[in-house]
């Protein structure tokens, strides 16, 4: 009999073309009833934007809905189908809480609407290129990004739009080929210098939000690593002209923090813990040690930078810190903005079982399916164990939990065909053959 808090279930089904085995089991304690502390922030009601969302919000807009009025060729043919193209990017890249779900099939539909109606402007292309699936329509999205490009380069748009733009444009594009388009070029660094050129002007602007800042000098990191090879080759540079910006030191201080939380997971690699060489855990480390220094001095030279608070979240998870300490960066990043949702997505990553958080109270249920054809008939045990990873150790084991018969009806369609006795061995797969047949028996065989 299994101990109450653990069931496991086998069935085999034998039918003409399968041997089908399900065992479901229930596993990590089966029913133990874990103790969890809301994610929520402290416990107020929050119906409004916060002020640090109201500005993100009004200043994107600015930058595409606004420039958009004030710089695209109008016609009737076309203005509404692009006004909602742009308005749908402006809420999608600001995180407007008055988005309606539907900003990527609105951004995509009404810029090929747009263009179809004769619109041509860089902001609908980059509508459209936004949009596009990254794998579906990978072609799609380079060619876009690359025509909202060319257009940039010659509009009027602010500085933040067309480095925004620009910045994509060099991602996308880069070492992209076109065999079905001779004319193609990979303009990739020409985009990637075009943004650099105005980001100057970008970062001195007193206006430009602390997040808006971030996420730029991030996508600037991730161009330099795809075209510079490393990611701090063109961030080092942005750097430089901060310094000289209106920005407080705490924006800095945060931003590079951020940019080396990205850089710490450049070095380990986004694949399993056996995965990372030696050298990728040392220098894991050494960027995480410095980016938590880094968002400590922003905290201490300003307890209102809410970026330092939300990016030290992603240090808890990566120096595996106690819970408690995590919470208290959660409350801080909370209590300066409400409506933190970064905040709130790097709390529930901190908690994720892989990264050694508990799990929420339960039934967990683990199924393994064994394909049709795959074991011998005979009499098979199961056994069952639950363990944690770290630290490791056994909960729970169950020896011969299951037991089971698999047998063969002899109703055709299994490997074992027509023969009818016993059939040796552990596995038997159902693998492809192909047969040859040349009734001239002289022939050579074939190749």
């Known amino acids: 009999m299994l101990p109450a808090d653990f069931r496991y279930i086998a069935a085999v089904i034998s039918r003409e073309d399968r041997v089908k085995m399900r065992i479901c089991g229930v596993f990590c304690l089966g029913i133990l009833f874990l103790t969890i502390p809301s994610l929520s922030a402290p416990q107020a009601v929050v119906d409004q934007p916060s002020e640090r969302q109201t500005k993100r919000v009004a200043y994107v807009k600015r930058m595409f809905v606004d420039a958009y009025e004030a710089n695209a060729k109008k016609d009737p043919k076309w203005d509404a189908l692009a006004h909602d193209a742009v308005a749908a990017t402006a809420r999608l890249w600001s995180d407007d809480p008055a988005s309606n779900d539907d900003e990527i099939a609105d951004m ?129 540079k942005v750097m430089a002209m901060l310094e000289k910006s209106p920005h407080p030191k705490s924006v800095a201080l945060a931003t590079l923090g951020e940019v080396m939380i990205v850089y710490a997971w450049d070095a380990r690699g986004s694949g399993y813990a056996n995965t990372v060489t030696p050298q990728g855990w040392k220098l894991f480390g050494e960027r995480i040690a410095l980016a938590r220094k880094l968002l400590d001095e922003a905290w201490k030279l300003d307890p209102n930078c809410c970026d330092a608070a939300t990016a030290m979240l992603t240090v808890m998870k990566a120096q595996s810190r106690p819970r408690a300490e995590m919470e208290m960066w959660f409350k801080r990043a909370m209590k300066l903005d409400p409506c933190n949702k970064q905040a709130c ?103």
């Open 108 to 236: 995509f539909n009404k810029s090929g609407e747009a263009m179809e109606a004769g619109c041509d402007d860089a902001l609908i292309h980059f509508a459209r290129a936004r949009s596009a699936d990254a794998k579906a329509s990978r072609p799609l999205k380079a060619r876009e990004y690359d025509k909202a490009a060319q257009r940039m380069l010659e509009s009027k748009y602010p500085p933040y739009t067309r480095a925004d733009v620009l910045l994509g444009a060099a991602s996308w594009t880069h070492a992209v080929t076109m065999p079905d388009d001779p004319a193609w070029q990979d303009n990739s660094e020409k985009y990637m210098d075009a943004a650099m050129a105005v980001m100057p002007q970008v970062v001195a602007d007193p206006q430009l939000p602390p997040e808006q800042l971030l996420k730029l000098i991030t996508t600037t990191g991730a161009v330099s690593r795809s075209i510079k090879g490393d990611r701090l080759v063109l961030v080092e």
């Open 345 to 447: 997505i790097r709390k529930m990553d901190f908690l994720d079982p892989k990264w050694g958080g508990p799990r929420p109270a339960g039934r967990f249920k683990s199924t393994a399916w064994i394909p049709g054809n795959f074991l011998a008939e005979g009499a098979f045990l199961v056994s069952a164990f639950v363990a944690t990873a770290k630290p490791f150790a056994f909960h729970l084991a169950v020896r011969d939990a299951v037991g089971f018969h698999v047998t063969d009806p002899l109703e055709g369609g299994s490997a074992r065909g027509d023969w009818d006795g016993e059939y040796p061995g552990v596995v038997r797969p159902l693998l492809p053959w192909t047969t040859v047949f040349n009734s001239d028996a002289s022939a050579p065989p074939p190749p």
